[in-house]
């Protein structure tokens, strides 16, 4: 069935530094990709998305582009801020959404 | 901004009791999802429905769970008896549901529960 392999944290960094956590996938159709954010005490707020092969999905600095070839949907961010600590999900929709385990990102100052 | 609501947000119960979560999705929006997060997981689909059918609960633990949508609009997942491997976060989630287009789902804050 449709899976998603995430890389496991805790992701730990310092105010500025960049930020890449891989997603890669396996489907036997053409899913959309997603990368879900879930802040403290808070439910899953969708991120950004690609619908297709070479989509690049970008919201709030954050960007991930859709590869067919390495099946990926890497996250990343250039400059990562305090508020940016969170656990992220990378997740799949082919008729279902299926997510990954999660990232625990902390952001130091 | 409209919202997903449910409640109650934490829930203390002890095993075999019988629990209730309650789900109110954005109006209009004929998708209703509820999912399990185990801490240090992802969600997973416990069942969906569309206005009130249930169309995949393939996951559900029919032996204990149980999932309502009466008239289209809020929802209830229902656990009895409760097991200490029921802990976990009960999210819901809801979408306008239009085929065959891209519904983005929106997500509640979830119910903690905590099975003693």
């Known amino acids: 069935g449709d899976s998603v392999t995430q890389m496991e944290g805790p992701v730990t960094l310092s105010e500025e530094a960049f930020l890449t956590i891989n997603c890669t996938y396996t489907?036997?159709?053409?899913?959309?990709l997603f990368w879900y954010v879930q802040y403290p005490g808070e439910g899953l707020q969708l991120l950004l998305k690609?619908?297709?092969?070479?989509d690049k999905g970008s919201n709030k600095g954050f960007e991930a582009t859709y590869r067919k070839e390495t099946t990926s949907f890497h996250l990343e961010k250039g400059s990562v801020q305090v508020s940016d600590s969170a656990v992220y999900f990378c997740?799949?929709?082919?008729?279902?959404?299926?997510f990954g385990a999660g990232t625990t990102v902390t952001v130091r100052a | 901004e409209a919202e997903v609501a449910q409640s109650p947000r934490y829930k203390i119960t002890e095993k075999s009791q019988a629990v209730a979560f309650w789900c109110d999705p954005i109006?209009?929006?004929?998708?209703l999802y509820w999912y399990r997060q185990i801490l240090g997981q992802g969600p997973e689909l416990l069942v969906q429905?569309?206005?009130?059918?249930?169309?995949?609960d393939s996951q559900l633990p029919k032996d204990r769970f149980s999932a309502e949508r009466l008239k289209g609009v809020d929802s209830t997942l229902k656990i009895q008896p409760a097991e200490l491997g029921d802990s976990a976060m009960y999210l819901c989630?809801?979408?306008?549901?239009?085929?065959?287009?891209?519904?983005?789902?929106?997500f509640g804050p979830g119910t903690r529960l905590t099975v003693l």
């Open positions: 489907a036997t159709g053409y899913p959309s």
């Open positions: 429905f569309q206005d009130e059918s249930v169309v995949d």
């Open positions: 997740a799949l929709d082919d008729y279902k959404l299926s």
């Open positions: 109006s209009g929006h004929a998708t």
């Open positions: 690609a619908t297709k092969a070479d």
């Open positions: 989630a809801s979408s306008l549901g239009q085929e065959p287009y891209y519904n983005e789902q929106f």
